[in-house]
């Protein structure tokens, strides 16, 4: 089966956003983050995300290197 991930960088309601991205693409997650946060976003070496899934289970990372993020979805999607 194929699985997809999505990703939804946000500044406002970031995970019924990103929640509502994941249901309307029919994705099998969705790594949300608030662009908007210190350490987080476009040119930093650094994230904070939350998995979204599609009935609603969210799951919580602390901030991370990008590197880290990335080993945590590939644990995810090797999971599913």
Wanted: glycine content about 8%; hydrophobic content about 40%.
């Amino acid at each position: 089966k194929i699985r997809l991930v999505g990703f939804a960088a946000e500044t406002n309601d970031v995970l019924s956003e990103a929640a509502r991205k994941c249901r309307e693409k029919g994705l099998s997650f969705i790594v949300a983050n608030d662009v908007m946060k210190k350490g987080c976003g476009f040119g930093t070496d650094t994230n904070q995300v939350t998995f979204v899934f599609p009935d609603g289970t969210l799951r919580k990372f602390p901030l991370m290197t990008k590197r880290r993020v990335a080993g945590r979805i590939l644990d995810e999607v090797s999971r599913l």
